[in-house]
């Protein structure tokens, strides 16, 4: 079936360091893959997106890893901040008008 | 642009009642998808509105429904609330809920059913 799961439920890193978050897909007709941010108390946040026809996107600070050849995503977000600290989650979705299917979410933890 | 609204922010019920949550999406945004988000089982997806129509669907039992306006508002209805319906509801709007579309998401509704 369809799933969507990340390697590491949490990550703590230093202010100033590059974080990595993983996410593993299984469904190989996905062709969009959304990263989104959620803090506490709050809806997720969009960071960046990818399609299935390209293998890299940069944003502000952040960029996102497609590998279609082992079905991963990741996000790296670079001189990560304490502002960064949330729980993110990887989502793909297979065709038009069909759900987004989320990973469990990596709490990602900055101290400074 | 006003992002995605949702209403009210938190409820209480007790088991037996039924709820109705409200999702005002993005200006220009006709589609809509509510989702439920709970520890145990994360974000899991409720139903997608697009004209009106219910598009999709997820795994849920018929006491989840929805519904869409003209102005494509939305809202879910649960019915015959039970203990596990406790969760953080989550909108989302999308321009026409296209394959390569974003969802932008409200800052959902906290349910706790006691």
């Known amino acids: 079936g369809e799933s969507v799961g990340l390697h590491l439920p949490t990550l703590s890193v230093q202010e100033g360091d590059n974080s990595i978050i993983n996410c593993a897909y299984s469904?190989?007709?996905?062709?969009?893959f959304i990263w989104y941010k959620q803090e506490s108390g709050k809806g997720p946040q969009f960071i960046i997106d990818?399609?299935?026809?390209?293998d890299k996107r940069q944003g502000q600070r952040v960029t996102v890893l497609l590998n279609k050849t082992v079905k991963h995503l990741s996000l790296q977000i670079a001189a990560t901040q304490p502002g960064d600290s949330a729980v993110y989650f990887c989502?793909?979705?297979?065709?038009?008008?069909?759900?987004?299917?989320f990973g469990k979410g990596t709490t990602l933890s900055v101290s400074s | 642009k006003a992002g995605v609204t949702q209403t009210p922010r938190y409820l209480i019920k007790t088991r037996g009642q039924q709820v109705t949550l409200s999702c005002s999406p993005i200006?220009?945004?006709?589609?809509v998808s509510w989702y439920q988000q709970t520890p145990g089982q994360g974000l899991q997806f409720l139903f997608e509105y697009f004209s009106e129509t219910q598009r999709n669907k997820g795994n849920f039992p018929g006491r989840f429904s929805g519904r869409q306006f003209s102005n494509s508002r939305s809202e879910m209805n649960v019915s015959t609330l039970e203990l596990g319906d406790s969760a953080l509801y989550l909108c989302?709007?999308?321009?026409?809920?296209?394959?390569?579309?974003?969802?932008?998401f409200g800052p959902g509704t906290r349910l706790l059913v006691l």
């Open positions: 469904n190989s007709a996905s062709d969009y």
């Open positions: 990818i399609r299935s026809n390209m």
């Open positions: 200006s220009g945004h006709r589609s």
């Open positions: 989302a709007s999308s321009l026409a809920g296209g394959s390569w579309e974003t969802q932008y």
């Open positions: 989502a793909e979705r297979g065709q038009a008008g069909t759900a987004l299917i």
